[in-house]
């Protein structure tokens, strides 16, 4: 730490970071010519926030609420601003270093380089960390695929634990302060599930570091330590108070939270509707043999569908059919992947020099922190198997708090990688700085060696013992082929053909990671035995790294992937069925869009443009999901659902795949009287009544509101009239006329956790009520009145006061930090 805050020692650092930044440009070079990376995620997230965009910049304030996504959701989960926080704002900052992707690249290597150092690494040492960490494939490829919240959460998480470190190795209140910094910056990336697994890795070693503490009799020293790491924990969250307490609120009303229909699935965790559905949460789970590809990136295929070369079997049997530019032109894209995962992006390849220093890291490193690795490792990659480990997995899912919150945990692999990574750099650090001996380093030298190697070299030479390479989808893939070739046995040769690519991709990249492990391997014996050079030792190692690591993460992130700013822009130009729709004179109606590749409720496409009642988001509000699967998305749609929320137009496609705008005159607009109403006692009835229900002339509401409904005896009135006459995003004004007390249903999203939607009649407060399981209702009295929606959610008013006051105590803590250390010339 000394040498971060001494100005005198910190030129190499400077270095180190100049380093960082050219290798993240030269990685993406198409920035350099403004070229954009075009991600599907990333288009997704720009596409759900448009309304919330284009509102900001009209007004220059944030709404709260969106129309934008699944016909209403809060606008804070899609975008918005978090002007007191402290962190937001250096988060922000940060990322305008460099364009993006390169930008993450950069805060994964500083944020690596920090924790290394911190081990006691040198400069060279530490950046080698940093790159290795960094170039990790899991990283890249999550870039590509714009899950760019998630890559953030990793890339801070070095910086995280590197103050814990600090702060019981060193100085409590430097590693606080260290600690509050990157943990608050962790929190910036909003990505709970990461740092949801971080932070059971930290806690862990924390009650670690605790008992060590307190065997040595050091109980004094332990109590500002721990003191120090939890102002430190309080602060970082205290400036993220507003976004951790919305997203708290919003979580127990999503597919997250309970759900009030009875379940009859016993997948469902003990707690009735408690959580994640457990079938959804571990689709995407490990096999065993999978984690093979932590060093033979193709030992499963690598990406669900990819190239294959004219070299490959499948090639050569298609050309025995098709002319050879058409059998190039099919091989580009061939069901490569073989695992059990419904969608893969790519292999999580943390590098074979990697996972060999790690291997020999576990033998020869002597510090207390190599226990908390291994173990902490052992339980991420238990976690990512998922479901093919069940009878543990399955534990946590029903018992271990938030647990079941969480799907994909696949993606707990990225911070096995990081440990994985540390502890290699911690066993080059036991051998370039000679703590181990020559006769002490050869036994457990030649049993890493044998380990890696011996594996890869089996991989490269008979894999076929061990594994079919067949996947669950290749029987669906010889369906396709025989429809198309109109030949059984062809399509079955075909599929053999594949089959056999697949053991060569896995036999190919055996060989690989076997030779970049030889290598490295060869170069540290050169090193024990003083044959080569420091500078010759730490450029080797450099190289041999940066070629293994980029030699896969290219297969993915490329200069393929960046287009012209043009293009980028033109991926979201309206069709001529949009702009059709756009001329409609009232602009606040919703859009359902049947021609989505993914599915109207998994695309946010339409939101470039319209109010949709599809949309994308990890966390949809549970009601609204469940009217889709259990009314809209059947054999028979009930369209009376699909016209209460006020759906004037489909867009579907025509026979030449064009997409056409279809007008549904059934839309029942914006609001309506009702002529009756009736009260169930719970959602499975309420479920129950919506399908027969007729939305324009009745509703059904929960028990829970009845005692708002008392008295009322409805007239059916057909002059009665109810007019939306104003609209924003978070405030929707109405003008009603009619001759007796009404009910009044509203075609919008009900969410009312804390009372957010306050709402008036002529400025009087008035009982909002939920009607037909999702919409809004309210109590209306006769005559002509003025009806007002605002969504005021207590959690952004009062959360940025405590983001405000949370940041400038942050602020202080590490002022406090910087100044004792520079008073004392230590840390």
Known sequence: MKNLISWQKSWPHLIAVIGFILLSIMYVSPVLQGKKMVAGDDIQAKAAAREVLDYHKQTKEWSSWTNGMFAGMPAYLVATDYPTSISTKIGQGVNKILPAPANYLLIGMVSAYVLFLVLGAGGWLAALGGVAFAFSTFNVINLEAGHISQVIAIMYAPGVIAGVIVAFRKNWLAGAALTALFLSLELYANHVQITYYLGIGIVILVIIESVSFMKRGAVKELVPILGGLALAAVLAVGTHTTRLWNAYDYTKETIRGKSELTSKDPSKSPEKGSGLDKTYAFAYSYGFGELLTLVIPNAYGGAGYGPLSTNSETYRTLTTRVDPGNAQSIIQQMPLYWGEQPIMGGPNYVGAIVFFLFVLGIFIVKSPLKSWVVSVVLLYIVWALGKSFAAVNYLFFDYFPMFNKFRAMTMAVSLAQLLMVMLGILALITIIQRKITWKEFQKPFLISLGITGGLMLIMAVMPTLFFSFQAAGDSMTYEQFAQQTQDKAFAQQLIN????????????????????????????????????????????????????????DKRYLNNEDFVSNYVAQGNIAPSPADEQILRDPDPNYKVYDLTARQGAFNSAEASNFHKSLGGYHGAKLRRYQELFERQIATERPNFGMVNMLNTKYFISADQQGNKVAQTNPEALGHAWFVNSYKIVPNADAEMAALDSLKPRTEAVLDQKFASKLQGLNIQPDSAAAISLISYKPNELIYESNAKGEGLAVFSEIYYNVRDEWKVTIDDKPADLLRANYVLRALRVPAGKHTIKFRFEPVSVDVGHKIDLVSSLLLLGLIAGAVFVAVKNKKV
Do not use: C
């Not at 690519?501 to 014996?525: E, Y």
């Open 497 to 552: 053909s594949i089959v056999q690519d697949r053991v060569g991709l896995m036999k190919s990249d055996a060989f690989r990671s076997l030779v970049f492990v030889l290598l490295a391997a060869g170069l540290i014996w050169l090193w024990m035995i003083e044959k080569v050079k420091p500078v010759v030792l730490y450029v080797t190692l450099f190289t041999l790294m940066i070629f293994d690591l980029f030699g896969v």
